[in-house]
C-alpha cells in the first residue's frame, strides 16, 4: 500500500517528529510512505526520508489555489498512484482532498494536530470564508478523520464531531528507547558549560507565538530573582528568535539564558541537563516534547490551555492557569525543583510504554487504519 504525506515540511516539530517515528518503525514491507512538502527549502529530516526508500516531492504552495490544485494532480500523477492521501495541513486538508478525490485516491485522511480554536474565533471575514470553505471540502471528501487529541478534533471538525463515525482520535507515539539510556549527566552541562549546582530549565519548541516564549521569559525572570543558581535552555529556533533575545537582553537575562538550536537529541537533553520542563503555551493539540519529559521523569509546569490528555505520569506534571500571576508560576516551579522526584526515570517510561503513547503500538494503530477497507 502506497501512502502519500501532504505537509508544509519535514523539519523538527511534533507532528514531524511523529512522523518519523512513524516511518522508522513501520513494516516497509507492507507499506511505502511517500512525504508531499509544501516548501523549497530543505528540510531537517529530508536526508533520512531519502534513507529510508521514500521520497521527498516539492510540490510549492504559492497564492493561488487553482495553481497549487493543478501542481498537487500533477505531482499525485506523476509520483503515484497513490492508495491513501495522509494530508496534515490543517483547514487546507479541503483543497488537498478534493484534489486526491479527483484523481481517485480511494482513502483520503485529514489530520488535525493542533487546537487552533483560541485564534480561529479572532478570525476577520475574508479568513472565516476560508475556514468555513476548506471544513465543508473536508467534510465532503475526506473518508477518515484523525485528531492528536479532542481539542484538535474540535477545531477542525466542530463540538459534535465524534457523531461522526469517520473521526476518531490517534495520540502520538515516541520512541522510548532512548529514555533508557543511562547518561552521564556532567556531559551535557559540560557542552553547555553549566555549572554543576545549577538548576536547569527546559523548553522545547519552535520559536512562534504559540509556544507563548515571552511568557516563559517572565517566569524565568521572577524565577532568578529568587535563585541565582538557574539556567533557562531554550530548544528549537523560528520566526521570533530575533524578538526572544531582545526580551532576553531586555530583562537582564543574557547571562541565564542558552539558545541550542534545533536538536536532534532531545532525549539525552532530558535526560542529561534538564529538571524542569517550562511549556506555557497559549494552545496545543498534543506536544509531543511534554510526552517526551514524562518519558525521560522530567517534571513539567504547563499552561492550562493545554489538553489534560497529555498527562501519563500524574506526579510528574503541574498545571498553571495562564491567567495566574508570575508569581505563582514561579512559585510552582520552586516548588518542584525543591521537591524531590518520586518517579524515577525507569518508572516514567515504563507508564508510556504500557500504553497508547509508545511507537510500535502507535504504528500498529495507524496501519490498521490504511489497511481497513471500512474507512474507503
Not at 276 to 283: A, G, I, K, Q, V
Not at 331 to 349: G, N, Q, S
Request: charged fraction near 25%; proline fraction near 5%; include cysteine.
Amino acid at each position: 500500500m502506497r501512502v502519500l504525506h501532504v505537509l508544509g515540511a519535514m523539519n523538527r516539530g511534533g507532528a514531524e517528529t511523529w512522523l518519523m517515528h512513524v516511518l522508522r518503525t513501520v513494516d516497509r514491507r507492507r507499506l511505502h510512505l511517500d512525504f508531499l512538502v509544501h516548501s523549497q527549502k530543505p528540510a531537517a529530516y529530508d536526508e533520512e526520508i531519502r534513507a529510508l526508500g521514500s521520497k521527498v516531492v516539492v510540490c510549492p504552495l504559492g497564492r493561488n489555489p487553482v495553481s497549487y490544485a493543478r501542481k498537487l494532480q500533477g505531482a499525485l500523477r506523476q509520483h503515484g498512484p497513490y492508495d491513501v492521501v495522509h494530508s496534515h495541513v490543517h483547514h487546507f486538508s479541503g483543497l488537498v482532498l478534493a484534489v486526491a478525490k479527483r484523481i481517485g485516491v480511494p482513502k483520503r485522511i485529514a489530520h488535525s494536530h493542533n487546537d487552533t480554536t483560541p485564534i480561529d474565533s479572532r478570525a476577520r471575514l475574508l479568513r472565516r470564508v476560508y475556514l468555513n470553505s476548506m471544513k465543508r471540502l473536508i467534510q465532503r471528501y475526506a473518508t477518515v478523520g484523525l485528531a492528536a487529541s479532542e481539542e484538535a478534533g474540535r477545531a477542525l471538525w466542530g463540538a459534535q464531531w465524534s457523531r461522526d463515525p469517520r473521526w476518531r482520535i490517534l495520540y502520538y507515539g515516541i520512541d522510548l528507547v532512548p529514555f533508557q539510556s543511562n547518561l552521564n549527566k556532567s556531559d551535557v552541562r559540560m557542552e553547555f558549560e553549566i555549572p554543576k549546582d545549577t538548576y536547569v530549565i527546559g523548553n522545547v519548541g519552535r520559536f512562534d507565538h504559540q509556544k507563548n516564549h515571552m511568557h516563559a521569559l517572565r517566569v524565568f525572570k521572577a524565577l532568578v530573582s529568587r535563585m541565582s543558581n538557574v539556567r533557562l535552555l531554550l530548544v528549537g529556533d523560528g520566526p521570533l528568535r530575533e524578538d526572544i533575545e531582545r526580551e532576553i537582553t531586555r530583562l537582564g537575562l543574557d547571562n541565564y539564558v542558552l539558545f541550542t538550536g534545533v536538536r536532534g537529541d532531545v532525549p539525552r537533553l532530558l535526560l542529561g541537563g534538564i529538571d524542569l520542563m517550562l511549556f506555557p503555551s497559549f494552545y496545543e493539540g498534543l506536544p509531543v516534547a511534554v510526552l517526551e519529559a514524562q518519558a525521560a521523569g522530567v517534571p513539567v509546569v504547563l499552561s492550562d490551555a493545554i489538553t489534560r490528555e497529555v498527562e501519563v505520569v500524574p506526579k510528574l506534571m503541574t498545571w498553571v492557569p495562564l491567567s495566574d500571576s508570575l508569581s505563582k508560576w514561579s512559585d510552582a516551579c520552586v516548588a518542584t525543583l525543591r521537591r524531590r522526584r518520586d518517579t524515577p526515570c525507569e518508572d516514567a517510561w515504563r507508564h508510556l510504554a504500557s500504553g497508547k503513547f509508545d511507537i510500535t503500538t502507535n504504528v500498529k494503530l495507524l496501519e490498521s487504519i490504511y489497511l481497513d477497507s471500512s474507512g474507503l
